[in-house]
């Protein structure tokens, strides 16, 4: 919950950079934010998924808990495909593309 509330603040201190100056915003700006935006949003898919994946009545439905196995498996690929544009970033990982 800690880690949210966090993630939450950035994600507004992010949006106040690109509502400050919305004729000139770096790309740099853009990107914080959305990241930003999209671990709140990953936040809470995580607190819904973990809430549906502990009920019992879901459980005992088959076609419920495929549907919620399919929506943790969706989570996690997001999960990992933001952290790794995040790490890449950080570390300002570059690709040459050489034809």
């Known amino acids: ?26 790309l740099e700006d853009r990107l914080i934010h959305n990241y930003a935006q999209s671990m709140v949003e990953l936040a809470d898919q995580k607190m819904d998924l973990k809430s549906r994946l502990t009920d019992l009545n879901r459980l005992m439905d088959p076609k419920l808990s495929i549907r919620d196995q399919e929506d943790l498996s969706k989570h996690n690929i997001e999960l990992s495909a933001l952290s790794t544009l995040v790490i890449a970033k950080r570390f300002n990982f570059s690709y040459n593309i050489k034809n």
């Open 1 to 26: 919950m800690q880690n949210i509330a966090h993630i939450r603040k950035i994600a507004s201190e992010a949006l106040s950079v690109t509502e400050s100056t919305p004729s000139v915003v770096s």
